[in-house]
T-cell receptor
Framework: DAKTTQPPSMDCAEGRAANLPCNHS???????VYWYRQIHSQGPQYIIH???NNETNEMASLIITEDRKSSTLILPHATLRDTAVYYC????????????FGQGTTLQVKP | GAVVSQHPSRVICKSGTSVKIECRSL??????MFWYRQFPKQSLMLMAT?????????EQGVEKDKFLINHASLTLSTLTVTSAHPEDSSFYIC???????????????FGSGTQLSVL
């Protein structure tokens, strides 16, 4: 599975949009981009995933560049409860399904 | 989303004892489950892949005799830390694979984790 690169930390003002970038320049055609987040001392929570097209759900939007080498997770109106570590993971559909976690981005939402 | 229940949430044990952690998929069948370990301020590290009805596949460097995994049914996997020592103290997290509607719908859902402290 392709590796991902994320900034170690980011701040965001409460109520503003949080845009979390992820680079995955070695992604291959059958690999999906997944985003999870982990709030302190809890298990990771699924946010969203995509292959080529942009995706949106009740939690967030995922924007994938046309060349698929990078993506951005957007939390449209960040709240204090969105403070967490956000993980961007690339995974192929043909493997065992395991997710390999990198270091992620620690998002601090400030009042 | 699908629910994965992990029990216990916290356990304290004496050195040399064994501890069992249960992971259940509550509203879907999970032929594959995964076990992770996480040390403070670090990311999750995959320990093993648990397949229903067959032997688990362990990641490199993980002792299979130390961390016994049993996946006897489609909704239950257990991790037993045998002869636990203080260095085994960690946050253990399970996840279950929900195939959904094929590769597009496939997701992993995670339990809430078990904090193991070995005295």
């Amino acid at each position: 599975d392709a590796k991902t690169t994320q900034p170690p930390s980011m701040d965001c003002a409460e109520g503003r949009a949080a845009n979390l970038p992820c680079n995955h320049s070695t992604i291959s055609g059958n690999e999906y981009v997944y985003w999870y987040r982990q709030i302190h001392s809890q298990g990771p929570q699924y946010i969203i995933h995509g292959l080529k097209n942009n995706e949106t759900n009740e939690m967030a939007s995922l924007i994938i560049t046309e060349d698929r080498k990078s993506s951005t997770l957007i939390l449209p109106h960040a709240t204090l409860r969105d403070t967490a570590v956000y993980y961007c993971i690339v995974r192929g559909s043909s493997n065992t399904g395991k997710l390999i976690f990198g270091q992620g981005t620690t998002l601090q939402v400030k009042p | 989303g699908a629910v994965v229940s992990q029990h216990p949430s916290r356990v304290i044990c004496k050195s040399g004892t064994s501890v069992k952690i249960e992971c259940r998929s509550l509203d879907f069948q999970a032929t594959t489950m995964f076990w992770y370990r996480q040390f403070p301020k670090q990311s999750l590290m995959l320990m093993a892949t648990s397949n229903e009805g067959s032997k688990a596949t362990y990641e490199q460097g993980v002792e299979k005799d130390k961390f016994l995994i049993n996946h006897a049914s489609l909704t239950l996997s257990t991790l037993t830390v045998t002869s636990a020592h203080p260095e085994d103290s960690s946050f253990y997290i399970c996840s279950a694979r929900d195939y959904g509607q094929g590769p597009w719908g496939e997701k992993l859902f995670f339990g809430s984790g078990t904090q193991l402290s070995v005295l």
